[in-house]
């Protein structure tokens, strides 16, 4: 079964740091670009980054770059996001989510989430 | 960035009435277009990429059309597991962008 884990989320100071993992099985991690998807508390959808496979090329949305670093390791099948500097407004449901095809493209496996609240 | 506006904030719709979802791009995306449907408690799921191709395991009831700016996402007859908040995106130019969703309400 094609399956995505996250994990590491938890309540943090702002300023602080966390650092994200999302598990991957079922298919080959190394072939596919991954991303990292959040969602505040009652609100939309929010792409944050991606990576490609060989983790060459990353992408970031403005409001994380220079704080965020998303990155993989293929050998252990895991994509990481470390958040640093955090914000109230980074409180969220983080998703690691598979990309479809290429760099850019849709997500067509999503895991099942993280929180991250950031709050004093 | 593309921003990807979604209309109508919330549609109440009978079962077995068809439903038209529309999204608009601020500038042309080509057909790098997708749909997602999220249901309360759950994690998105990919119905629709290239504005028109259905994902594995999408009912044929659901069918996406567009191009350039303009897309539609319509439910032919919805059915009770069709609720939820639908999300357009487009992956035309980085950074990726969701429209703020469409409520389905039964």
């Known amino acids: 079964e094609v399956q995505l884990v996250e994990s590491g989320g938890d309540l943090v100071q702002p300023g602080g740091s966390l650092r994200l993992s999302c598990a991957a099985s079922?298919?080959?991690?190394?072939?596919?670009?991954m991303s990292w998807v959040r969602q505040a508390p009652g609100q939309g959808l929010e792409w944050v980054a991606s990576?490609?496979?060989?983790?060459?090329?990353?992408q970031y949305v403005d409001s994380v770059k220079g704080r965020f670093t998303i990155s993989r390791d293929n050998a252990k099948n895991s994509l990481f996001l470390q958040l640093n500097s955090l914000r109230a407004e980074d409180t969220a449901v983080y998703y690691c989510?598979?990309?479809?095809?290429?760099?850019?493209?849709?997500?067509?496996?999503w895991g099942q989430g993280t929180m991250v609240t950031v709050s004093s | 960035e593309i921003v990807m506006t979604q209309s109508p904030a919330t549609l109440s719709v009978s079962p077995g009435e068809r439903a038209t979802l529309s999204c608009r791009a601020s500038?042309?995306?080509?057909?790098?277009v997708a749909w997602y449907q999220q249901k309360p408690g759950q994690t998105p799921r990919l119905l629709i990429y290239d504005a028109s191709t259905g994902a594995t395991g999408v009912p044929a009831r659901l069918s996406g059309y567009g191009s350039g700016t303009e897309f539609t996402l319509t439910i032919s007859s919805l059915q009770s597991e069709d609720f939820g908040v639908y999300y357009c995106?487009?992956?035309?130019?980085?950074?990726?962008?969701f429209g703020g969703g469409t409520k389905v309400e039964i």
């Open positions: 989510g598979r990309v479809l095809r290429g760099d850019g493209d849709p997500f067509d496996i």
């Open positions: 990576i490609k496979q060989d983790g060459s090329e990353k």
């Open positions: 079922g298919f080959t991690f190394s072939t596919y670009w």
């Open positions: 995106q487009q992956y035309h130019k980085w950074p990726l962008t």
């Open positions: 500038q042309s995306v080509s057909r790098h």
